[in-house]
């Protein structure tokens, strides 16, 4: 029981982090359906910002992952986890004001500062594992999975039914939340690791783990894929939320239950399809290739599918996502050698980060390009990253797990 207490400020680094980006999603379609209404801007201004708005989260992760990397080798893990709470504190502050006034800078100034302080799960999950002997690893990272699991299926619904009490409202619960990890994180009583080097960033630190992959023989071809599979399904994640909002005209309530439908297919495809699809094709690769055609062939779908086609649809992508998001790291990890473990997993957070920057700037094209096409080629680029992986049906040879 004390052991579990003293993971708690852990966890609960963990859960916010992906609690605080799933809930934002059904918030921004309502906001901005609201605004769209109130025709405080035109129809061209107004998806400029709806991209912006979408996109600006994912550019300050793409940046503030290695960020938060260097501050934790430079300050430790407990001082960085608190800068992160306090950053998303106040991003969540400024978002709070931005959606209550209607002052929509203060809402993008928010998204960016959000997702440069999106890095706290990876930085508490490594001090857990500090902490924890070897034979305790195994039901820490369950633990982990878990609040992961939990975090994805509550927070689109948590958005949904505070955004039909009061707009504002989930921005204000994240806030408070932020604060309480915050308070739990300082009064936690755990070792710290001695800094390991001195404070330096650049910002073309993002870009190595690509120049890096680009250079593997293997490699390249495996993250080629991850980054088009994440790129279709962002264009998916993003826009179906928008379909389903915007000309579905799904309450709040029920948009966030919609959401949290693909936080429930990203759950069941975690803990349990993969397992499945992993007996039934041991040979990684093929197993990988087909859950990937199988995505895509449900994000095609949803494109011509009615209101409620959408619900069971998207529980399937999700399942499916899941399943090729697992295999690709997997296969990712498995080329790089013991010793560049560190830049291959880098590639996974780097890859979505910039799939979801480029998914958001389709906003602008939503006057001139209907939403059900964008879709379509959302699931055109799923199948599509199926193919880098025909190039890897040869056993990989020693030297290309350099």
């Not at 890095?119 to 002997?133: C, E, F, L, N, T």
């Not at 990272?141 to 504002?168: E, F, H, K, Q, Y």
């Not at 088009?228 to 709040?252: H, S, T, W």
């Amino acid at each position: 029981m004390n052991r579990m207490l003293g993971m708690l400020p852990f966890l609960a680094a963990v859960f916010i982090d992906l609690f605080s980006f799933g809930l934002m999603y059904p918030v921004i379609v309502i906001l901005f359906r609201n605004v769209a209404a109130d025709h405080s801007y035109g129809p061209a201004t107004l998806n400029l910002l709806l991209s912006l708005t979408f996109s600006l989260f994912p550019l300050g992760m793409f940046f503030g992952a290695s960020l938060l990397g260097d501050l934790s080798d430079a300050l430790g893990r407990r001082r960085t986890l608190l800068i992160c709470m306090t950053g998303l504190g106040l991003a969540y502050t400024l978002m709070f004001l931005g959606v209550e006034t209607r002052f929509l800078a203060l809402l993008l100034i928010g998204r960016l500062v959000s997702g440069l302080m999106a890095g706290a799960a990876p930085i508490a999950q490594a001090a857990m594992m500090d902490h924890s002997r070897p034979e305790e690893r195994g039901r820490d990272m369950s633990r982990v999975v878990l609040v992961n699991c939990l975090a994805l299926a509550s927070a689109p619904a948590a958005g949904g039914v505070l955004t039909d009490i009061w707009l504002p409202l989930p921005l204000l619960v994240t806030m408070i939340l932020c604060g309480a990890v915050f308070l739990l994180i300082y009064r936690a009583k755990f070792a710290e690791m001695p800094s390991r080097s001195a404070l330096t960033f650049s910002w073309r630190r993002p870009m190595t783990n690509f120049v890096l992959a680009a250079q593997h023989p293997r490699i390249r071809w495996l993250a080629l894929a991850f980054f088009l599979f994440q790129f279709g399904f962002a264009i998916y994640y993003v826009y179906v939320i928008v379909l389903m909002g915007n000309v579905y005209r799904l309450e709040p309530s029920y948009l966030g239950l919609f959401s949290a439908t693909l936080g429930v297919g990203f759950v069941v495809g975690s803990t349990l399809f993969y397992r499945i699809l992993a007996k039934l094709i041991p040979n990684e690769v093929r197993a990988c290739g087909l859950s990937l055609v199988l995505c895509g062939v449900f994000v095609l779908f949803s494109a011509g599918a009615g209101e409620i086609w959408q619900w069971p649809i998207v529980f399937l992508a999700a399942v499916t996502n899941c399943a090729c998001y697992i295999a690709l790291l997997s296969l990712i990890s498995g080329a790089a050698s013991t010793d560049s473990q560190g830049w291959a997993m880098g590639i996974g957070s780097a890859a979505v980060a910039l799939a979801f920057f480029l998914s958001g700037l389709i906003a602008n094209a939503l006057a001139v390009i209907p939403l059900p096409a964008i879709l379509a080629l959302g699931g055109i680029v799923v199948v599509a990253s199926a193919l880098p992986l025909l190039l890897l049906r040869q056993p990989m040879s020693r030297a290309e797990s350099i």
